[in-house]
């Protein structure tokens, strides 16, 4: 596993990034475009081709609009724009839990995701590729 | 009482009670039961106490469709069968096995789960299993260790597995057979022929032969065919001198509807945090008990998926694995067990007590499917048996059942918080229905002579009797409607023994 490159590129990726979440720094970013648990059990290269292919299956969705859904709020949870990026974690890892609860679900290259974390992967791969 | 039938005079009557055709694990536990009765049962094996190539050789056929191991060497032709070389994996069918579920055709068996309990529990005995007892709770009493991955809900559930040491009948019960003196236990007597009265009614004496030149006629009151299931539907289709199609076919049953289980790599399971994962961990011959992840009968329902558990395996042992379809290759069983133990101690070596990823092995039943059948070829055997020919087919539900079995163990892994699944490539596409190279099944022969009560539909009724033949029983699960996800040694021996009761009520009714 190479949990600790994962971490080293998210971080670059967020240097690069030029679009911050609206009301949010954006070293933000770097919470939302880490899949919490996945970043623990995959390496750089799965979380980009899972994010390649969710942008591929779902072409349509801009960076802005990943994030958007990523920090849209749920059915009984919602983060402030001024959150932590503790709290901003909290809240996307109960979400990603949520969407296996509801059966918001999706299977990419085989791993079985929830649509969050699955978007998490997407905004990543779009960081990599700018 | 032993009699080789090689040695006996040609053209003998043999004369009993009760023909038992077949010393394997069907018809030893019938015989067992019959131990020092006042019935005189004859009991015929094709072969004799020890492997005999020219008698295994009987057993050969073609094999076309799916991919399939050669069929000579997959089960044993001498007294005590495939015990000889089975891996000893028992555990009950689930209730729901039982049931008519309207998205698997032909489902739907006469008897219910509570009707086979008393003979689960004593079928317990004749395969030296532990207390008939297959819940997580019971057995986590005595073992600790055994921690679920999941807390047990609606989705997922432990299915627990008993392993005999495994129990070899010809070992345990030769003695007992052969010293038992209402027991005639003849070897190299092949059935060759089953014969019929003029309506096929009712069965008048079957014909053994062997290599030696012998020929005898074997006359009983029942007969109980008990020669697995490929077998078992070889020699009805053979008998056909009365009725072309052969015996208990009017419905063209006979050999339809063969079925496997399919066993093959299907994922992997990615922990975030590293688990020895006691409670599935199997080491052959010193594991007694050990639980394999299936899914409730309500998500089967809702699901509309076949029966399917999961096995786990380290990874890094799991990926040292050959497939089994390409080790069990050889035409000589001995040669292809040979590359099997190669191959478990090629998966041995360093492995740590907790890992963080698991391979994921699919068991799952199929679908009963008239198309997946054993038919007779114009070639004959030595004895002049026209040889068996399997056609195994898969259908498009096995493969969409092994996916969304994945998806769900995914999905709770997931709402627990504690790791994700990955289904194999061959997954990926759900549109895709075919089936990779190394798809394998677990040498498990079912439904070739399946049981309904309307003889339109089985060949067998609930009390394992051919339909329109009063005296012609079936042992074996030949006669398994369905096959739910545990190999079949188990329930086939518990209705065995369900047999042997009926028979013993009704002997003197029939």
Known sequence: MKRSTFIYYAAVGTAMAVVPLPGCKSNKLSVLEKPQLLSRICDVNTIMDIGKSYRNTFPDNSRQQLMDHIMARTESKVIFPNASNRSIGSFVEEKVKDDFKSGRILVIKGWVLSQTEARQCALFSLTKQN | MHIDARKSENNSLIEGDICIIGAGAAGISIAMEWLNSPYKIILLEGGGFEYDDKVQELYDGKTTGQHYY??????????????????????????????????????????????????????????????????LDFWQKSHPSFKPLLQEDQVIWNKIWQFSPPTRFDEKYRDPIVNAKNIHLYTYA??????????TSHIKEVTVKNYAGKEHKVRARIFVLACCAIQ????????????????GNDHDLVGRNFMEHIEISSGELWLAKADSLSLYHLDFGITKVRSELAVTEKMQVENKILNGTMSLTPLSSAKRMKPMIDLFNSNDPRKSMENLKAGDEAEKGPVDNKNRSYSLFTRIEQAPNPDSRITLEPERDSLGVPRGTLHWILTALEK????????????????????????????????????????????????TTRMSDDPRKGVVDANCKVHGIDNLFIAGSSCFATAGAPNPTLTLTALSLRLSDHLKENINKI
């Open chain 2, 70 to 135: 050669p069929l000579k060497a997959c089960r044993l032709h001498y007294f005590g069968g495939t015990t000889g070389h089975w891996a000893g994996f028992c555990s009950t069918l689930d209730p729901i096995d039982f049931k008519k579920r309207d998205w698997v055709p032909e489902s739907g068996w006469p008897i219910t789960r509570a009707d086979l309990d008393p003979f689960y529990a004593r079928a317990q005995k004749n395969l030296d299993l532990g207390p008939y007892n297959y819940s």
């Open chain 2, 190 to 199: 092949n059935v060759t022929e089953i014969t019929a009265n003029e309506n």
């Open chain 2, 232 to 247: 078992n539907a070889r020699v009805l289709l053979a008998s056909n001198k009365q009725n072309q199609h052969g015996l």
């Open chain 2, 400 to 447: 969409r059942s092994i996916r969304r079995i994945h998806e769900l163990l995914g999905q709770q892994l997931g709402v627990a918080g504690i790791g994700r699944v990955r289904m194999l490539e061959y997954l990926h596409d759900e549109n895709d229905t075919s089936w990779p190279s190394f798809t394998g099944g677990g040498w498990h022969h079912m439904g």
